[in-house]
């Protein structure tokens, strides 16, 4: 195992400086606010202070690198390494007390996702990659991950993070694919893609995804054999819409229902 590269050092200790913070308020009483004046998107001290965190380790230590966060924006993001944050991904996760949330760093390098990892500190687990190899660590010990293999969406297990989150054209294919797969779950955030990586899930399908949503979590899947891209085939860097998979075959199969809808 080659856990112990440097690089990954580096990844580990990010993770420290937010889980410090994000362990501080979890489960704890907070205020909780809201960042639109129409609907619900929480945003909590926790979040704040754990990229703040995070910021602090890279401006000392990579100051020539840029960052790019969900709670604080941009910074030197022309650079040809850009961090790419998201100190709580699963806020709402976290407001309800449940572990399916997760900090993400994410190192994108020529506008490519290069390193990530996930952090989940109430579990104590871990999960990071470099889109070559992957690991996790947790409470039953430190591991390569290995992808799941699966056939064909009828033996698949899939997820996303909330249907009522698809467009109103997009909806009618989800709801078609849900039909198809042996099992759908729903509300697992970053966790489920960890769980692509980790042979637990073998699709997650998501839409309106901002990269500090999804770049960390590329290195991981892909260092773990699996594939990540844009409903048309593409690099998902950048976000919007997601497809990631432990398999090719099933990979190749939802581009294809995807596809009607893809942009």
């Given amino acids: 195992m080659t856990s112990s590269n440097p690089d990954y050092a580096f990844l580990h200790k990010l993770a420290d400086a937010a889980d410090a913070k994000t362990m501080q308020h979890f489960r704890s009483g907070y ?4 960042k639109l004046d129409a609907g619900f998107d929480p945003v909590t001290i926790a979040d704040r202070s754990a990229e703040e965190a995070i910021r602090a380790v890279l401006e000392a230590e990579r100051p020539d690198h840029g960052i790019i966060g969900e709670e604080y924006g941009r910074t030197r993001d022309d650079a040809e390494n850009v961090w790419v944050l998201d100190p709580v991904d699963g806020t709402r996760s976290f407001i309800c007390g449940t572990p399916l949330w997760g900090t993400l760093i994410g190192l994108r390098t020529n506008g490519k996702a290069s390193q990530g990892i996930m952090s989940q500190p109430y579990n104590s687990e871990r999960f990071w990659g470099n889109c070559k190899e992957a690991f996790m660590t947790g409470p039953l010990g430190e591991r390569t991950l290995k992808t799941r293999s699966c056939a064909s969406l009828s033996e698949a297990i899939i997820t996303t993070t909330e249907p009522s989150l698809f467009t109103e054209t997009e909806r009618p294919v989800w709801d078609a694919i849900c039909a198809e797969a042996r099992l759908t779950r729903y509300s697992t955030d970053c966790y489920g893609y960890a769980m692509v990586a980790a042979a637990g899930f073998d699709a997650v399908i998501e839409t309106g995804m901002n990269t500090y949503d999804i770049l960390a979590l590329i290195p991981i899947i892909e260092g ?10 593409g690099n998902a860097a950048d976000g919007g819409q997601v497809l990631a998979t432990g398999d090719k075959r099933l990979h190749d199969e939802l581009l294809t229902k995807l596809a009607s809808v893809a942009v």
């Fill in 31 to 34: 205020e909780v606010d809201n």
């Fill in 224 to 233: 773990a054999g699996g594939f990540v891209t844009n409903w048309t085939g």
